[in-house]
């Protein structure tokens, strides 16, 4: 298949959707009829552009259409019979010729048909410079426009796809995509370590029977039995005794496991916690009904500080 410059595909293109005028189609059907490649191109932009001739439906033009292009061209009204006009007679041979002065015009008229049949042939070649020139530019400005409407409607893709993507297909809409963010929450810090005291609960000189181990931050008290064995039907009940209390106070019933815990020092001070004597009385089972002790201490003992509470760390001035 032969090579063919772009004015010759855009001419088959403007063939196939027929915006060529009668000239430019008479050129293509005279090349279609000799180069059957050529042909070949149009038929293939026929049916490239076929497409666009399905989607607008044919519309029947109004009968008032027909009767303006009649009289447009003259053929409104019933046209007469064609007369030939009939042979002049011989002229007499005798007689003198006569000069019309019709056949004087059309004598004179004959230079002019036989000057405009003859004229050169760089005058013919500029005016078709000329009508190909302005052919090529019409093609041109058809194509310039083609693709303007193409761009816009990209760019109006796009918009759509950027603010309102569920109005395109599925084939166009944007595949969504997925971020992971990774969030670290801010490290707590840790407390630090509070006061911690112990007291041993023992005889006069005897074995440790009870360690009672106290929180100084919170003042939560930890009892832990080492040896006392219990008595059946008793209890061992924890006392706090202390100058500035008018009586020794209960901290309750030590549990029969190994170790009893309880919350009830919060309602005291430091001075008293850490100042007091403890003690272990034997009540009866389940502890002393009114709250005051029934027999004398068994075991006693006082706090100590074990770990000692964080230092301050002093504010540096501003």
Do not use: C
Request: hydrophobic content about 40%; cysteine-free.
């Amino acid at each position: 298949m032969m090579a063919y410059s772009e004015d010759h595909i855009a001419l088959a293109a403007e063939y196939a959707v027929g915006t060529l005028d009668a000239e430019e189609r008479a050129q293509v059907e005279a090349m279609m009829s000799v180069d059957k490649d050529f042909t070949s191109m149009v038929e293939a932009w026929e049916q490239k552009l076929g497409v666009l001739n399905q989607m607008v439906g044919s519309i029947e033009p109004r009968p008032i259409v027909w009767e303006n292009i009649k009289a447009a061209i003259g053929h409104a009204d019933t046209q007469a019979a064609l007369v030939l006009p009939g042979s002049p007679p011989a002229p007499d041979i005798g007689q003198s010729e006569v000069v019309q002065p019709e056949a004087v015009q059309s004598e004179s008229a004959q230079p002019e048909a036989v000057e405009r049949e003859f004229l050169p042939p760089e005058f013919m070649a500029d005016n078709a410079n000329v009508i190909q020139l302005s052919a090529r530019a019409r093609r041109w400005r058809n194509i310039a426009t083609a693709m303007s409407a193409i761009a816009a409607a990209l760019v109006a893709m796009f918009t759509i796809g950027i603010y309102q993507p569920d109005l395109l297909p599925d084939s166009l809409r944007p595949k969504p995509r997925t971020r992971f963010v990774e969030v670290r929450a801010p490290a707590t810090p840790t407390a630090p370590p509070s006061a911690q005291y112990v007291a041993v609960l023992q005889k006069q000189g005897g074995a440790p029977a009870f360690i009672l181990t106290v929180d100084g931050a919170t003042k939560n008290f930890t009892i832990r039995k080492v040896d006392a064995p219990p008595e059946a039907g008793k209890s061992f009940e924890l006392w706090l005794i202390s100058d500035k209390l008018p009586k020794p106070r209960s901290l309750g019933v030590i549990g029969d496991g190994d170790f009893t815990a309880r919350p009830v020092l919060a309602s005291f001070d430091a001075d008293t916690i850490n100042s007091a004597t403890y003690a272990v009385t034997v009540e009866q089972a389940g502890g002393s009904p009114d709250g005051n002790p029934h027999s004398t201490p068994v075991f006693t003992g006082k706090l100590l500080e074990t770990v000692p509470p964080p230092a301050q760390v002093p504010s540096q001035p501003r």
